[in-house]
């Protein structure tokens, strides 16, 4: 063992015997907090809790997944609030004035929030956790959320719910962008009536989507179809099979108005699964395109006549 180490290691321990315990109160509580060890009852940091063998990080999705301790601000309003409460960090009782003084605080703070803020704080987590339940991807939440600013902005929110509004707007996001979603997967997550939404849809089309330059798409059957067909677990050559039966259906004088797009992909790929000799009944596949097993015998009457 080299002299150089021997005097590191006899440093490090003078370092471990001169550490603040000596100096802390009889009864240490120590524990971590936003990565300092320290002691609740007197208030002596002994250090930071560092993370080692860190690798780099190169995406914005890698910068993203390693951050730890760093202060994850609000997006919108006041990054402090001073909140009515009868104890202080320690645990100690706050005295009547020190009360009184910072009830004024929060009071006086309060007065400067906007009422919209305030709506902000309360419809951004709910359509974080909408869209968590669907898993959609981050730019149909930011248009979503594109959408409900202008909505609360133009103030079409009023006399309306936040969670009706904020499941149109998602649903209207979903549309502009033509992921393959449906509205009943929404009005069940959120508890929102179908009529409820469909007139908040109206609103947006007609008020909203024209400032922000988008376009409200109707439900194709044929992205439909290869949303169910991944649910059945079906080939791909299947997938074409009913495209191309919906195509040659549609070229046959099909008409989509009236009709739903889910039964209408359901029954293509009720025919397709019928001819390559697959076990697919009429309940499984009504239950998973949420029709009733009627509906879907008459789109395949329909369909079968225009092929």
């Excluded at 239950?287 to 015998?297: D, G, N, P, S």
Aim: glycine residues 4%; hydrophobic residues 35%; charged residues 30%.
């Amino acid at each position: 063992m080299n002299d150089e180490f021997r005097s590191f290691l006899r440093k490090k321990r003078s370092i471990r015997s001169d550490s603040p315990l000596k100096e802390c109160c009889g009864n240490p509580r120590i524990e971590s907090r936003n990565g300092d060890n320290l002691c609740l009852n007197c208030g002596i940091i002994y250090g930071r809790a560092l993370v080692s063998n860190e690798r780099r990080a190169f995406t914005i999705q890698e910068v993203n997944n390693r951050k730890r301790t760093e202060p994850k601000w609000r997006e919108f309003g006041a990054r402090t609030i001073l909140p009515i409460t009868q104890k202080d960090s320690k645990g100690k009782s706050i005295k009547p004035q020190e009360k009184a003084l910072f009830s004024r605080l929060s009071k006086i703070q309060n007065s400067f929030i906007s009422s919209i803020e305030r709506n902000f704080w309360e419809a951004k987590p709910k359509l974080k956790m909408i869209a968590s339940r669907l898993t959609l991807p981050d730019y149909i939440i930011e248009t979503a959320w594109k959408i409900y600013t202008i909505s609360t902005k133009k103030k079409l929110i009023l006399g309306r719910s936040i969670n009706g509004f904020i499941s149109g707007s998602l649903y209207s996001a979903i549309r502009v962008h033509d992921f393959p979603r449906l509205l009943d997967e929404i009005c069940d997550i959120s508890l929102i009536p179908r009529k409820t939404i469909h007139k908040i849809i109206v609103i947006i089309i007609r008020d909203v989507l024209p400032d922000l330059g988008l376009k409200y798409k109707i439900v194709s059957p044929q992205s439909l179809i290869f949303r169910f067909s991944n649910e059945l677990n079906f080939d791909i050559s299947i997938q074409k099979m009913a495209v191309d039966i919906l195509n040659s259906a549609s070229k046959n004088g099909l008409n989509y108005i009236g009709k739903d797009p889910k039964g209408l992909a359901a029954a293509c790929l009720y025919i397709v699964a019928k001819k390559s000799a697959f076990k697919l009944t009429q309940y499984r596949m009504g239950k998973i395109a949420k029709i009733t097993e009627v509906t879907l015998r008459s789109r395949v009457k329909q369909i079968k006549s225009m092929i």
